[in-house]
C-alpha cells in the first residue's frame, strides 16, 4: 500500500519533518508564502493531511470537490482561519496546538507589559539615534510601575491563568473577566478576583487581552471600552487582531489617554494602522509570543501527531490529541477511518 501523503503549507523544524516522513510522504514548503483561495485547492485535492498556518484559509469553496482530505492541522491556537462547519460537513478534522504554548505566551505577556510601562522601546530608538549625548533631565523617560498595582486581565483561560500567576513576583492585585467565574480553587491559586467587565476597565492600572477571537469579542475594547480606562494605565494584547479598534487605540494613544500600548497582533495583519506606527508609547511587535524554539517545536510536533493519528497511524493512531471538530471522527469506523470517509 501506498504511503498516506502530508502537504505541509511552511517550513518546518527538520526533526518533525522526519517524524512525519517516517509515516506519510511529505510535501513541505521550504520558504514562507501566502496562497489564494485556487491555490490552497490544488494543494489540498491530492492529498490525506495537511499542516497549514493561520494566514491560510480553509473553507468550503477551497474543499469543493475534494473527497481525500482527512485532517488539517492549523500550527496555531487560534482557528478563525477554518471554516469548522465546511470542514464538519466535508467530514475533515480540524485541529490545533493549544496548551504547549501556554507559558511561553504568559512570557511575552511580561515582557510587552513591562516594556510599554517602561517605555523601553523608545528608549532604545532614542539612543540608537545617537541623542544621549549630555545629561538627562531628572524627570526625563518617567514610566509607570507594575509593583503594587492592578493588573486585571480579561479573558482568564491557561494563558490568562499564567499571566495571573506571575503577577504574585510583583505584589500585584489581580482582577478578571470572563463570562463564567472560575471555581474557587483556582481563584485562590491565581489570587485573582472576578469583576464586571466596566469595573475591570475601571480599576486597572495594566490590562492583558487574552480572550479567544470571535464575532461577539470583535472591537471587544473599542473607543466606548479605552475611555473607561485610566489615563496612566497600560494595554496588553496578545489575544488576536481585531479584539481591539486598532484605530480608536491610536486615537487614546495620540491624545494620552491611555498612557501605553504594547500589541503583538494586529487587525488585517501583516498589515500594522499606520497611527500606532507613529507612536513612540506603542510598543509593537509581529505576533511572535509564541516563538519561543521549545513552544514552536512543541507546537510543529502537536500538529504532526494529529496529524498522523487521524490517518491512524503513529503511536496515537485514531486519537488526535486535540481535534477541533471530533464529531467527524464518530463517523469513521475502525480501519476505514484510515483510508475512506464516512
Same mark, same amino acid.
Request: net charge neutral; aromatic share 4%.
Given at each position: 500500500?501506498?504511503?498516506?501523503?502530508?502537504?505541509?503549507?511552511?517550513?518546518?523544524?527538520?526533526?518533525?519533518?522526519?517524524?512525519?516522513?517516517?509515516?506519510?510522504?511529505?510535501?513541505?514548503?521550504?520558504?514562507?508564502?501566502?496562497?489564494?483561495?485556487?491555490?490552497?485547492?490544488?494543494?489540498?485535492?491530492?492529498?490525506?493531511?495537511?499542516?497549514?498556518?493561520?494566514?491560510?484559509?480553509?473553507?468550503?469553496?477551497?474543499?469543493?470537490?475534494?473527497?481525500?482530505?482527512?485532517?488539517?492541522?492549523?500550527? &496555531?491556537?487560534?482557528f478563525?482561519n477554518?471554516?469548522?462547519?465546511?470542514?464538519t460537513?466535508a467530514?475533515?478534522?480540524?485541529?490545533?496546538?493549544?496548551?504547549?504554548?501556554?507559558?511561553?505566551?504568559?512570557?511575552?505577556?511580561?515582557?510587552?507589559?513591562?516594556?510599554?510601562?517602561?517605555?523601553?522601546?523608545?528608549?532604545?530608538?532614542?539612543?540608537?539615534?545617537?541623542?544621549?549625548?549630555?545629561?538627562? *533631565?531628572?524627570?526625563?523617560?518617567?514610566?509607570?510601575?507594575?509593583?503594587?498595582?492592578?493588573?486585571?486581565?480579561?479573558?482568564?483561560?491557561?494563558?490568562?491563568?499564567?499571566?495571573? *500567576?506571575?503577577?504574585?513576583?510583583?505584589?500585584?492585585?489581580?482582577?478578571?473577566?470572563?463570562?463564567?467565574?472560575?471555581?474557587?480553587?483556582?481563584?485562590?491559586?491565581?489570587r485573582?478576583?472576578?469583576?464586571?467587565?466596566?469595573?475591570?476597565?475601571r480599576?486597572?492600572?495594566?490590562?492583558?487581552?487574552?480572550?479567544?477571537?470571535?464575532?461577539?469579542?470583535?472591537?471587544?475594547? &473599542?473607543?466606548?471600552?479605552?475611555?473607561?480606562?485610566k489615563?496612566?494605565?497600560?494595554?496588553?494584547?496578545?489575544?488576536?487582531?481585531?479584539?481591539?479598534?486598532?484605530?480608536?487605540?491610536?486615537?487614546?494613544?495620540?491624545?494620552?489617554?491611555?498612557?501605553?500600548?504594547?500589541?503583538?497582533?494586529?487587525?488585517?495583519?501583516?498589515?500594522?494602522?499606520?497611527?500606532?506606527?507613529?507612536?513612540?508609547?506603542?510598543?509593537?511587535?509581529?505576533?511572535?509570543?509564541?516563538?519561543?524554539?521549545?513552544?514552536?517545536?512543541?507546537?510543529?510536533?502537536?500538529?504532526?501527531?494529529?496529524?498522523?493519528?487521524?490517518?491512524?497511524?503513529?503511536?496515537?493512531?485514531?486519537?488526535?490529541?486535540?481535534?477541533?471538530?471530533?464529531?467527524?471522527?464518530? *463517523?469513521?469506523?475502525?480501519?476505514?477511518?484510515?483510508?475512506?470517509?464516512?
Amino acid at each position: 500500500m501506498s504511503k498516506k501523503k502530508v502537504w505541509v503549507s511552511r517550513p518546518l523544524f527538520p526533526d518533525v519533518l522526519a517524524h512525519l516522513a517516517d509515516h506519510v510522504e511529505v510535501a513541505a514548503e521550504t520558504v514562507e508564502g501566502t496562497r489564494s483561495a485556487d491555490q490552497m485547492r490544488a494543494k489540498l485535492a491530492d492529498v490525506d493531511g495537511a499542516i497549514v498556518g493561520l494566514s491560510e484559509r480553509v473553507d468550503a469553496g477551497v474543499l469543493a470537490g475534494n473527497t481525500r482530505l482527512k485532517v488539517v492541522a492549523n500550527l &496555531g491556537v487560534g482557528f478563525n482561519n477554518f471554516d469548522l462547519p465546511a470542514m464538519t460537513a466535508a467530514g475533515v478534522l480540524a485541529t490545533n496546538t493549544p496548551d504547549v504554548l501556554n507559558e511561553s505566551v504568559a512570557d511575552y505577556a511580561w515582557a510587552l507589559m513591562l516594556a510599554a510601562a517602561r517605555r523601553v522601546s523608545a528608549a532604545e530608538r532614542w539612543l540608537r539615534a545617537g541623542h544621549w549625548t549630555s545629561t538627562m *533631565r531628572f524627570d526625563d523617560w518617567l514610566g509607570v510601575d507594575l509593583h503594587g498595582k492592578t493588573l486585571g486581565i480579561l479573558g482568564m483561560g491557561r494563558i490568562g491563568q499564567a499571566i495571573a *500567576r506571575r503577577a504574585c513576583g510583583f505584589d500585584m492585585h489581580v482582577l478578571y473577566h470572563n463570562r463564567s467565574r472560575l471555581p474557587d480553587p483556582v481563584e485562590r491559586e491565581c489570587r485573582a478576583q472576578w469583576v464586571e467587565k466596566h469595573e475591570l476597565l475601571r480599576r486597572v492600572d495594566h490590562l492583558v487581552l487574552v480572550l479567544p477571537f470571535t464575532a461577539a469579542n470583535r472591537h471587544a475594547i &473599542g473607543a466606548p471600552e479605552l475611555a473607561l480606562m485610566k489615563p496612566s494605565a497600560v494595554l496588553v494584547n496578545v489575544a488576536r487582531g481585531g479584539i481591539v479598534d486598532d484605530a480608536a487605540l491610536a486615537r487614546a494613544l495620540r491624545d494620552k489617554t491611555l498612557a501605553a500600548a504594547a500589541l503583538d497582533v494586529f487587525e488585517g495583519e501583516p498589515a500594522v494602522h499606520p497611527d500606532l506606527l507613529a507612536l513612540d508609547n506603542a510598543v509593537l511587535s509581529p505576533h511572535i509570543a509564541s516563538a519561543s524554539e521549545d513552544t514552536r517545536r512543541a507546537m510543529a510536533r502537536l500538529a504532526a501527531d494529529n496529524v498522523l493519528a487521524a490517518l491512524g497511524l503513529g503511536k496515537l493512531a485514531g486519537q488526535p490529541p486535540t481535534p477541533l471538530n471530533p464529531e467527524v471522527m464518530s *463517523r469513521w469506523s475502525g480501519a476505514a477511518s484510515v483510508d475512506n470517509k464516512a
